[in-house]
């Protein structure tokens, strides 16, 4: 059971394209929490059992990794917490921004992978393909063409093991001359595969003028009121944003404007925004259980 944003196309494209914008823009703390907490409770609402598999590796790697560049790259800031061994300092404020650049990172990567699992090739087609349909196909075909890469590399390298050419030689250079025969079957199979989906799209006239588009999606009163809260919703963060409500200096040494009742405002449609899935998850489940409860 997956919140109804993700069903209808529009409505998911318009909620994923503000949440990422958003988690890119804004590098205020309260709008990197927000975005993080809910960009992971999301894809565990997508993923379920599979989410923390997911989220944790993302979690550790991203957080370290750019805390890490950040603090032996960036010693800008006025709070000294010692000095590297070549005499340049490590700063607070240069940790607290390697941290929220971290943050910041973990939220988009989280919010792509819903974005990868909601927004289908087929919604895809859906929401750009009257409009801009050559561009709508080749961003159809890349969003699958990783997973596809995949499972063909898999595939390709279980063929050859057979054959003796395995990955698992002892020799370096054995090893990679087998993955460059690997390699190169699965992007011949990859490009013969893209110029087949090419021909067979030009046959059925994809992209021809007056050419219709089926969809089974309709929008719903519902559908009309989440698009008419998340446009509301961005407008009222960015006009935020330009008058500084939620405005946060990292350098040279962390600034915060005081919190007014507007700023508060803005970070709260902020967190009803990012959190809209969730609710609509929930509501859902209790739906369902009170119409089991009835039967």
């Known amino acids: ?41 999301t894809v565990i609402i997508i993923s379920k059992s599979k989410a923390l598999g997911f989220v944790l590796p993302v979690l550790l790697f ?25 005499g340049n300092p490590l700063t607070f404020e240069s940790l607290m921004y390697g941290a929220a650049a971290s943050i910041m990172l973990l939220s988009v990567i989280c919010w792509f992978h819903c974005l990868n699992k909601r927004f289908t090739s087929e919604k895809i087609i859906y929401v750009f393909g009257s409009v801009i349909p050559s561009l709508s196909l080749m961003f159809s075909i890349a969003l699958g063409f990783v997973p596809k890469l995949k499972t063909s590399f898999q595939k390709t390298a279980a063929a050859q093991k057979t054959l003796g050419n395995g990955l698992d030689e002892q020799k370096l250079f054995n090893k990679f001359k087998n993955f460059g025969r690997i390699l190169s079957a699965v992007v011949s199979a990859s490009l013969e595969n893209a110029v087949g989906v090419s021909e067979s799209m ?8 007056g050419r219709t588009f089926y969809g089974n999606y309709f929008l719903t009163k519902s559908d009309w009121y989440e698009l008419l809260f998340f446009c509301a ?47 609509s998850e929930f509501a859902e489940a209790a739906k369902w259980k009170r119409l089991k409860s009835e039967i």
């Not at 196309?9 to 988690?23: G, L």
């Not at 370290?64 to 006025?78: D, P």
């Not at 919703?233 to 946060?248: E, S």
């Open 62 to 86: 991203s957080v370290l990794i750019s805390t890490a560049v950040n603090v032996l790259f960036n010693h800008r800031g006025a709070t000294i917490i010692s000095y590297f061994p070549d």
């Open 1 to 41: 059971m997956d919140s109804r944003i993700f069903r209808h196309p529009t409505v998911c494209f318009v909620y994923f394209a503000s949440v990422i914008c958003f988690s890119m823009i804004l590098i205020n703390p309260v709008c990197l929490a927000i975005s993080m907490i809910s960009s992971v409770l």
């Open 202 to 209: 030009k046959s059925r006239g994809y992209g021809l003028k």
């Open 233 to 279: 919703a961005d407008i009222y963060i960015a006009v935020g944003k330009l008058n500084g409500a939620v405005d946060f200096a990292y350098f040279p040494a962390l600034k915060w404007n005081k919190p007014n009742i507007y700023s508060m405002s803005v970070f709260a449609v902020y967190f009803l925004l990012f959190f809209a899935p969730v609710f």
